[in-house]
T-cell receptor, first 111, second 114 residues
Framework: SQQGEEDPQALSIQEGENATMNCSYK?????LQWYRQNSGRGLVHLIL?????REKHSGRLRVTLDTSKKSSSLLITASRAADTASYFC???????????FGKGTRLSVIA | KAGVTQTPRYLIKTRGQQVTLSCSPI?????VSWYQQTPGQGLQFLFE???????NKGNFPGRFSGRQFSNSRSEMNVSTLELGDSALYLC?????????????FGPGTRLLVL
């Protein structure tokens, strides 16, 4: 399988805490994207980081990319109950190759 | 702009039947991709269409097929349904499906095969 892996599979934290999710992928990439999915609904794009970038911020989100380790992390700071969702990384190789999604991390933020 | 729409939202079929799912992309988007999501296998890529042509295909049997119309709307068909085809089927659209584009997902069609 070409799928990546997210770690941890599930994460439960208190509101206001930070949440960190990790993703590993298998082949060289052009970019890596993170998506959020609320309870069996469609995915929503959060952030994209290109292979020549090491860190990117968007609001309360911080993404890092380490191409030498084929890994990425997503940090959500000051989490809120509304952040409760599943988070997926998706890697994109060269050319018009499809996104390869990881299996996701289920985040629960308890108010 | 209206988002990606998928119909129907829920579907119950029996083994051996066939099913057709529909996806209307965001206006102006010409690339439509389909994914199957199950608890065991996660999100698996089915195929991608661009300008009525299949551009990429995932590792699924020939029972899974699709097409795209001139208005970019897409359909996928699953023939001879099996229990294991029960899943959430998601479609996503993007402007051209080229590298680095955001994919916009529809709410999905939940298929249950009995």
């Amino acid at each position: 399988s070409q799928q990546g892996e997210e770690d941890p599979q599930a994460l439960s934290i208190q509101e206001g805490e930070n949440a960190t999710m990790n993703c590993s992928y298998k082949t060289s990439i052009n970019n890596l994207q993170w998506y959020r999915q609320n309870s069996g609904r469609g995915l929503v794009h959060l952030i994209l980081i290109r292979s020549n970038e090491r860190e990117k911020h968007s609001g309360r989100l911080r993404v890092t990319l380490d191409t030498s380790k084929k890994s990425s992390s997503l940090l959500i700071t000051a989490s809120r109950a509304a952040d409760t969702a599943s988070y997926f990384c998706a890697s994109e190789g060269s050319g018009n190759t499809p996104l390869v999604f990881g299996k996701g991390t289920r985040l629960s933020v308890i108010a | 702009k209206a988002g990606v729409t998928q119909t129907p939202r829920y579907l119950i079929k029996t083994r051996g039947q066939q099913v057709t799912l529909s996806c209307s992309p965001i206006s102006g988007h010409r690339s439509v991709s389909w994914y199957q999501q199950t608890p065991g296998q996660g999100l698996q890529f089915l195929f991608e269409y661009f300008s009525e042509t299949q551009r990429n295909k995932g590792n699924f049997p020939g029972r899974f097929s699709g097409r795209q119309f001139s208005n970019s709307r897409s359909e996928m068909n699953v023939s001879t349904l099996e229990l294991g085809d029960s899943a959430l089927y998601l479609c996503a659209s993007s402007i051209a499906g080229t590298g680095g584009e955001t994919q916009y997902f529809g709410p999905g069609t939940r298929l249950l095969v009995l």
